[in-house]
Nanobody, 126 residues
Framework: QVHLVESGGGLVQAGDSLRLSCTPSGQTRSVDTMAWFRQAPGKEREFVAAITWSGTSTSYADSVKGRFTASRDNGKNILYLEMNSLKPEDTAVYYC???????????????????WGQGTQVTVSS
């Protein structure tokens, strides 16, 4: 089991930047891919970004491509999501997720990830 804790959410204005962090603990040696998802009120949880455990490969949703960057500090064992040029439509609860299947796949499906954090709220005002 991998335990995930997100932090860094908050209230910002449109155009601002914010950095989310996700700290994994537990059986992290079994993790092959990590990802960020988000869920706005009344909407389904959607894929934002994925990154291999090594940090060498990433994938992004079209809606955030060019504005968001996922990275991993291997020394500190922390996953980051750098969010720039934030828009009101980015408002959501952001979740960190980990996949432990054993093969590295930058999956966009929620079902591919078996470990989830509690989420952190990001609110972007216009």
């Amino acid at each position: 089991q991998v335990h995930l804790v997100e932090s860094g959410g908050g209230l910002v204005q449109a155009g601002d930047s914010l950095r989310l962090s996700c700290t994994p603990s537990g059986q992290t040696r079994s993790v092959d891919t990590m990802a960020w998802f988000r869920q706005a009120p009344g909407k389904e949880r959607e894929f934002v970004a994925a990154i291999t455990w090594s940090g060498t490969s990433t994938s992004y949703a079209d809606s955030v491509k060019g504005r968001f960057t996922a990275s991993r500090d291997n020394g500190k064992n922390i996953l980051y999501l750098e969010m720039n040029s934030l828009k009101p439509e980015d408002t959501a609860v952001y979740y960190c997720a980990a996949r432990t299947v054993g093969t590295t796949v930058l999956s966009t499906a929620t079902t591919a990830y078996s470990n989830w954090g509690q989420g952190t709220q990001v609110t972007v005002s216009s």
